[in-house]
């Protein structure tokens, strides 16, 4: 399963981040998923709930931030944010559009417990 691999690379950062902070553990680990990064929250919080253990993120909690598909028109340069997975532009109708977000998946922010 591919999440499991996104989670153990997303574990490393966290771990690297708490080092460096010096913090004792992690409170909480927020991503940002895009609706086409081709990953699913369920599984991927899964598979941090099995992975976190014996990591300094064995307590966190995971939250995940789904970012739905954005688009830009080529034809009227709007730029838009769709709930259908189209490339249609909801302006003009245009099929002329970039992906401008909704693809990626990106550790967001972390909450750390320091002393
Ligand atoms: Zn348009």
Do not use: W, Y
């Not at 999440?3 to 902070?21: D, T, Y």
């Not at 966190?60 to 789904?66: D, F, K, R, S």
Request: aromatic share 4%; net charge negative; proline share 2%.
């Amino acid at each position: 399963m591919h999440e499991f691999s996104i989670v153990q690379s997303l574990l490393g950062l966290v771990e690297e981040h708490a080092r460096e902070n010096r913090a004792k553990g992690v409170i909480r680990v927020v991503v940002r998923v895009g609706v086409l990064s081709g990953v699913e929250p369920h599984l991927l919080e899964m598979a941090f709930d099995t992975f976190k253990e014996g990591t300094i993120a064995r307590n966190a909690e995971l939250v995940i931030e789904v970012e739905r598909l954005r688009l830009r028109c080529e034809d009227c340069g709007r730029e838009s944010e769709k709930e259908e997975l189209n490339a249609l532009c909801p302006h003009c109708g245009s099929l002329n559009t970039q992906v401008i977000g909704g693809e990626d998946m990106f550790l967001k922010s972390l909450e750390l417990e320091c002393d």
